[in-house]
Each structure stands twice: as structure tokens, then as C-alpha cells.
T-cell receptor, first 111, second 114 residues
Framework: RKEVEQDPGPFNVPEGATVAFNCTYS??????FFWYRQDCRKEPKLLMS???SGNEDGRFTAQLNRASQYISLLIRDSKLSDSATYLC????????????FGAGTRLAVHP | GAVVSQHPSRVICKSGTSVKIECRSL??????MFWYRQFPKQSLMLMAT?????????EQGVEKDKFLINHASLTLSTLTVTSAHPEDSSFYIC??????????FGPGTRLTVL
């Protein structure tokens, strides 16, 4: 089983749609969680951290369910500029340690 | 926010040559940096953890004699791909973590070995 699993997509949605991405992780002791965004042929960029209480940043909402080892990202009112690959990322041990990346979910927003 | 730079951004070389990639943290000190590799349409895979002043820690399956890592200062780590072959062609990305952050990535180096 992969350490971090995501639906690869692609998700093709119209502008204004709401889209949700899911992610599961295998290590129940994992400490911290993130969503990154990666544009084609570019480096990943941190979109947001994911907290147990759930957190929101504008149109983006992230949630964590530790019991189910499940992370989600909700994007509301999709924009064309949201088209990218969204990477679910887990820090299994905390601290300044390595990050484990999911394979990413591709989102394509069309007019 | 924290910035990580990487140089060069693109390298094309002949098979058998060695290629050095530099990773710098520009406005913070990073005792630990990470080197990732990403093949087309695949996820980032951690290659090694670079520790300032000590030996790097390599992930399983990554040859330490082929991918030489040097972390000589708190702001610079280098990855040298020795005797590169076409199968080493990939997107190499370094990362450093600023305290409390998820990690910042360099812009990546696209290596093409002919």
C-alpha cells in the first residue's frame, strides 16, 4: 500500500464549480499534513496546512480525519487559474523531516 | 516567505558526464535539506536528506555513490549526478524547511542526458 494515496483524476470542471479531493495515508502516527499545488513543469508550492479542526483559506477548505487517516481539500467557485495538480503531503514523523507526497490529483477548470 | 533557489534550471549533457546542482536557502538557515526527483506524470520521490556538516541519508534504492550530496553550509546543499545516463533524466527538486512551515521548494533542475 502506498504511504499517501490520491485519486489521480483528472477532474474536469466548469468555472464556478465546487470540487473535492480526497487523500488517505497509511501511517497513523503521521504528524502534519499539507496540500501543495504543482503547475506543469514547475516546483510544488504550499497551498495550505491541514489542521485537525479543519481550516479555510478563502475558497479553499482543508479537513483532516485522523481516525480514518483521511485528508480532504474542497475548492469552491473554481477559477481557470485553479487548474493544476494538487498534491497531498504528509510529514510522518514531525519536525524538520522528510515529506511524503501523494501522486497528485489533476484539476482542469474550463470556461 | 522563505525562498529556496536552485541552479541551474536546465541542463543538457552527454552520457557519462557529471552534473552538479546547487540548492540555496536565501533568507533562512537550513540544517536539513531534501533532494527529490520527479519523473514525468509521477509524484516527487525523496532521494536523500542532506544534513549540514554530516553525511546525507539516502532512501532505499538510491545509490549514494552515484548521487553525491554535500551540505557544506547552512544555506547550501549540492547534488552531483555522477556519470549520468539517459535514465537519470528527470526533474530534480530540492527543499528546505523554515521553522513551522511545510517546506519550500527550489524551482527545480530539469536534467536531460543524451
Amino acid at each position: 500500500r502506498k504511504e499517501v494515496e490520491q485519486d489521480p483524476g483528472p477532474f474536469n470542471v466548469p468555472e464556478g464549480a465546487t470540487v473535492a479531493f480526497n487523500c488517505t495515508y497509511s501511517n497513523s502516527a503521521s504528524q502534519s499534513f499539507f496540500w501543495y499545488r504543482q503547475d506543469c513543469r514547475k516546483e510544488p508550492k504550499l497551498l495550505m496546512s491541514v489542521y485537525s479542526s479543519g481550516n479555510e483559506d478563502g475558497r479553499f477548505t482543508a479537513q483532516l480525519n485522523r481516525a480514518s487517516q483521511y485528508i480532504s481539500l474542497l475548492i469552491r467557485d473554481s477559477k481557470l487559474s485553479d487548474s493544476a495538480t494538487y498534491l497531498c503531503v504528509v510529514n510522518p514523523t514531525g519536525g524538520y523531516n522528510k515529506l511524503i507526497f501523494g501522486a497528485g490529483t489533476r484539476l482542469a477548470v474550463h470556461p | 516567505g522563505a525562498v529556496v533557489s536552485q541552479h541551474p534550471s536546465r541542463v543538457i549533457c552527454k552520457s557519462g558526464t557529471s552534473v552538479k546542482i546547487e540548492c540555496r536557502s536565501l533568507d533562512f538557515q537550513a540544517t536539513t535539506m531534501f533532494w527529490y526527483r520527479q519523473f514525468p506524470k509521477q509524484s516527487l520521490m525523496l532521494m536523500a536528506t542532506s544534513n549540514e556538516g554530516s553525511k546525507a541519508t539516502y532512501e532505499q534504492g538510491v545509490e549514494k555513490d552515484k548521487f553525491l550530496i554535500n551540505h557544506a553550509s547552512l544555506t547550501l546543499s549540492t547534488l552531483t549526478v555522477t556519470s549520468a545516463h539517459p535514465e537519470d533524466s528527470s526533474f530534480y527538486i530540492c527543499s528546505a524547511r523554515d521553522p513551522g512551515q511545510g517546506g519550500f521548494f527550489g524551482p527545480g533542475t530539469r536534467l536531460t542526458v543524451l
